[in-house]
């Protein structure tokens, strides 16, 4: 389930949640709403390029925020 799913990625800095259609979005601000707790967001962001740009970035020792808007800011990236 979501609600597993993020508990096994919260590792204490926090979890980065990108949604991609309708009812995923719905089930995961829901889950979110019963744990609002600011370590889990939920971000608007292209799946891959945003989750690669947040992995780097958090593997970099960076914080929720800057992970945050490094997968926000992979919306931006030139293929060619």
């Known amino acids: ?5 993020i508990r096994r990625a919260d590792q204490g800095a926090g979890v980065v949640v990108l949604g991609d259609l ?7 601000r ?3 709403e019963s ?3 600011g370590h889990v967001k939920l ?8 989750a690669v740009a947040a992995a780097v970035t ?8 800057d992970v945050v808007h490094a997968a926000e800011e992979a919306r ?5």
């Open 1 to 5: 389930s979501v609600r597993d799913a």
């Open 22 to 28: 309708g009812s995923a979005i719905l089930t995961i």
């Open 30 to 32: 829901h889950v979110l």
């Open 35 to 37: 744990r609002a707790n």
């Open 43 to 50: 971000i608007d962001a292209p799946i891959v390029e945003g």
């Open 58 to 65: 958090a593997s970099a020792g960076c914080g929720l925020d």
């Open 76 to 80: 931006n990236a030139h293929k060619l």
